[in-house]
């Protein structure tokens, strides 16, 4: 069935560095793909996403190029602020419209 | 996007007791799913709130321990049956609005944080 890996967390970094979070899927078809934001004590929020291939979502400085044929949906930062420090989870959906959840990967931003 | 509320925000409840959690949307939406985060974990799918129909439950989950009612297109409740410790999760109520180029997107409520004693 269809899946999404996470690359495991605690991720540290010093305020201003670069950010990466890889998420690779495995998926029949051409879902769409996600990616959320949990900020400590909330809710989900939906960062950004892409619906087909080489497609760029972006939003708030990150973005995540929809990789049809690494099957990955990386997210990037340039300069990270200790305000985005959270959880993020990548997702895909899967029809009849439910989205499967990456494992989450914790992002600690120290000033 | 939409508006998603949910009731209580919390609780701390006694094991072998039930909790029913509320999820309002300020439109109506097609879809409405119920997914439960446990501790340190991620997201899982409870079920599929159908209007005017029972839910579709995924693999692991069942009616009798998570009954669940749409009565409408904007209104859904999750029950938590008899519940033990282990029970202990965030549930957190989504909807996709369904049309348009949002169509496939899932937006969520604020979670409903539940410890079982």
């Known amino acids: 069935g269809n899946s999404v890996t996470q690359m495991e967390g605690p991720v540290t970094l010093s305020e201003e560095a670069f950010l990466t979070i890889n998420c690779t899927y495995t998926?029949?078809?051409?879902?769409?793909l996600f990616w959320y934001v949990q900020y400590p004590g909330e809710g989900l929020q939906l960062l950004l996403k892409?619906?087909?291939?080489?497609d760029k979502g972006s939003n708030k400085g990150f973005e995540a190029t929809y990789r049809k044929e690494t099957t990955s949906f990386h997210l990037e930062k340039g300069s990270v602020q200790v305000s985005d420090s959270a959880v993020y989870f990548c997702?895909?959906?899967?029809?009849?419209?439910?989205?499967?959840f990456g494992q989450g990967t914790t992002l600690q931003v120290k000033p | 996007s939409a508006v998603i509320s949910q009731k209580p925000s919390r609780d701390i409840c006694q094991r072998g007791t039930s909790l029913t959690i509320q999820c309002q949307v300020d439109?109506?939406?097609?879809?409405m799913f119920w997914y439960r985060q446990q501790p340190g974990q991620s997201l899982t799918l409870i079920a599929t709130?159908?209007?005017?129909?029972?839910?579709?439950?995924e693999s692991g989950f069942v009616i009798d321990k998570f009954p669940i009612s749409r009565p409408n297109l904007t209104f859904s409740t999750l029950t938590v049956s008899n519940m033990s410790p282990e029970d202990s999760s965030i549930y957190l109520c989504?909807?996709?609005?369904?049309?348009?180029?949002?169509?496939?997107?899932?937006?969520f409520g604020p979670g409903t944080r539940l410890t079982v004693l």
């Open positions: 989504s909807v996709r609005p369904g049309q348009g180029p949002a169509a496939d997107t899932q937006y």
């Open positions: 998926a029949t078809g051409y879902p769409s």
């Open positions: 892409a619906t087909k291939a080489d």
């Open positions: 997702a895909l959906s899967d029809p009849p419209g439910k989205l499967i």
């Open positions: 439109s109506q939406v097609t879809m």
């Open positions: 709130a159908n209007q005017g129909s029972e839910a579709t439950y």
